[in-house]
Structures are given as structure tokens and as C-alpha cells.
């Protein structure tokens, strides 16, 4: 099997394939799993402040092509996770905590809180689709730069960004201008795709209770949308700043269109949650045997390499 091992921001990470944010990794049991399984990480469901029940159900359904979901942040509060992380640190891959809040004053408290339990890496969300009334701080540059300035004044470990997905090049640019006034030491790209409807023309309802059955789509159907977004901000950044990819990875392909458009790793929500963990080995085996016939060493060898016409 070849070695799939990858290094971001200095991390280094046994497998380029680990779960994105919010895929089973709300619980303990869940977190535990996630260690004793390939994943090439455990990242944490996103924390608030105090622990959190989440929106009424239904609100994740599957379809084919992806998925929908409207979670509402369930997640047990931050000082349950920050109580976690020593005993999610005894597995031999990298802790990245996942931090949102409310108010910028929320990120602040808990990543400070969390940053004191040395997780190997934070991811700060500001891409949440599903919080009735609150817009995605991630869709407003100002705010974003002010609380990320705030934040990384309180994490001393390396900090990343979880954006929503832009879909005009003067909003990539916009933020990656703001994204080099701030310490940003990787991205992660792209959160769900914010607030779609799928309808059952069957029944003729809506397919997730929370919000009228709006809800962030996951899945294959978002993979041109994740790996445009992943490739614009390699650009942007010469491929200086490190990138998670997530969005549509089903298959060892998949990974590597992410690692070709310039991520150096991958996350897997929708696949996880219909496969289970047996998706990390599959997807190793896969992308392994993929690489080999290509000609690739590593994971990296590729990184960036996308060809254009
Ligand atoms: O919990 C959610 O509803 C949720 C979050 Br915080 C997020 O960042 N992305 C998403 O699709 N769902």
C-alpha cells in the first residue's frame, strides 16, 4: 500500500483522507471511532458554547447525488470537547477542532478554551448554512476578517478556515485579499452548498423539517462547485497556503481531482455518513492503485498539477 501521509502546517497526517466537520464526530463514541478507524485525522463536530440539541428532525436526507441537511449545530458544547481532546490526542493522528458560535465574542471564548488543549490544529467555521436568521459570516468579508483577527490573537496552534463556497472570481479574490491580512495557516473549502430544497415530487413535501426544507447540500452534485473553489484559492495564494478539499469525494478519483486542483488533503461528509468508516480504506486502496498507475510517489507529487487547455 502506498504511503499516503501528507504535512500541513507543519502536521503531519498518516492519511490525506479524514472526515469533514459534522460527520460522525458529534460524540464521544463517535470521536473514538473516528480515531480507531484510517481516517487520516479526527476533526470535531463544530462547538458552541454550551451543548445544543440542534433542529427538529427530519433534517439530513440522502438522494441520489448528495445529500441535505439542516443540522442546527447539534454538539455538546465546547467543554465537553476541550475535556476530549487528551484522550483523542492518544491516537496517532492529528485532533483538529472545529469552533463556531454565535457572536465573535462565542469564537473567541472557545477557541482560546480549546486552543489550551492543544489540538493538533482549529478550524474555525464560518460557514454554517442553517442557523435561522444568521447569515454565513463566511459570506461577509468585514466580519470574517475582524473575528479572525481576534481569534488568531488566542490560538498559538495552527489556524484554519472553514469557508462556504463563492461562485464569482471578485468573491474569491476579495477574500483571499482578507484572508492575507490574517494568520490563516490552511483553508478548508467548501462547507455545504448553503440553503438548497429538494422535493419529493411523490409525496409533494419538502425532504428536512428546519427552515421550509431549505438546507447545505453535500455530496457528488457539489464536487464541481468544491473543486472550482479549491483551485481558486490555490491560485490565489501560488499554492503557499495549504488546502483541505472537501466536497464530493465518493471515490479514490475524486481525491485526486481535489489533490490535482491544489488540496494537499481531503474530507468526507456525505460518504461517510452513507458508507461508514470502511470508506477511509476503500478510498486509500482506491486512490493508492490510482496514483501508481499514474506514475505519482505520493499524494503531493500531484498536488497543484491540474492541466489547463
Ligand atoms: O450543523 C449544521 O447544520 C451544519 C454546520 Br454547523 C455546517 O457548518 N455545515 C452544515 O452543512 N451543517
Excluded at 440539541?53 to 470537547?81: C, D, H, T, V, W
Excluded at 493522528?93 to 454565535?102: E, L, Q
Excluded at 492575507?180 to 452548498?193: A, H, K, P, Q, W
Aim: charged content about 20%.
Amino acid at each position: 500500500m502506498m504511503d499516503l501521509s501528507v504535512t500541513i502546517a507543519g502536521v503531519r497526517f498518516p492519511s490525506c483522507v479524514m472526515n469533514a466537520a459534522g460527520a460522525l464526530c458529534v460524540t464521544r463514541e463517535e470521536l473514538v471511532a473516528l480515531g480507531r478507524s484510517r481516517a487520516g485525522a479526527i476533526v470535531t463536530k463544530s462547538m458552541t458554547l454550551e451543548p445544543r440539541q440542534g433542529n427538529p428532525e427530519p433534517r439530513y436526507k440522502s438522494f441520489p447525488g448528495g445529500s441535505i441537511n439542516s443540522m442546527g449545530l447539534p454538539n455538546l458544547g465546547y467543554q465537553a470537547y476541550a475535556q476530549l481532546i487528551p484522550e483523542l490526542r492518544t491516537f496517532q493522528k492529528p485532533v483538529i477542532a472545529s469552533v463556531a458560535g454565535f457572536s465573535e465574542e462565542d469564537f473567541v471564548t472557545i477557541a482560546s478554551a480549546i486552543n489550551a488543549c492543544r489540538p493538533d490544529l482549529i478550524e474555525v467555521n464560518l460557514s454554517c448554512p442553517n442557523i435561522p436568521g444568521k447569515p454565513q459570516i463566511g459570506y461577509d468579508a468585514e466580519a470574517s476578517e475582524r473575528l479572525l483577527k481576534r481569534v488568531r490573537k488566542v490560538v498559538s496552534v495552527p489556524m484554519g478556515v472553514k469557508l462556504p463556497p463563492y461562485f464569482d472570481p471578485a468573491h474569491h479574490e476579495h477574500m483571499a485579499r482578507m484572508l492575507g491580512r490574517v494568520e490563516v495557516d490552511f483553508l478548508s473549502l467548501i462547507n455545504s452548498v448553503g440553503n438548497g430544497l429538494v422535493v419529493d415530487s411523490e409525496t409533494e413535501t419538502v425532504v428536512i423539517k428546519p427552515k421550509g426544507g431549505f438546507g447545505g447540500l453535500g455530496g457528488t452534485l457539489i464536487k464541481p462547485v468544491a473543486l472550482a473553489n479549491v483551485r481558486a484559492f490555490w491560485k490565489l495564494f501560488e499554492g503557499r497556503l495549504p488546502i483541505i478539499g472537501t466536497g464530493g469525494v465518493v471515490s479514490g478519483a475524486d481525491v485526486f481531482e481535489h489533490l490535482l486542483c491544489g488540496a494537499s488533503a481531503v474530507q468526507v461528509g456525505t460518504v461517510l455518513v452513507e458508507e461508514g468508516l470502511g470508506v477511509f480504506e476503500r478510498l486509500e486502496t482506491e486512490l493508492g492503485a490510482l496514483l501508481r498507475q499514474k506514475g505519482y510517489p505520493s499524494p503531493e507529487a500531484c498536488r497543484g498539477k491540474l492541466k489547463e487547455l
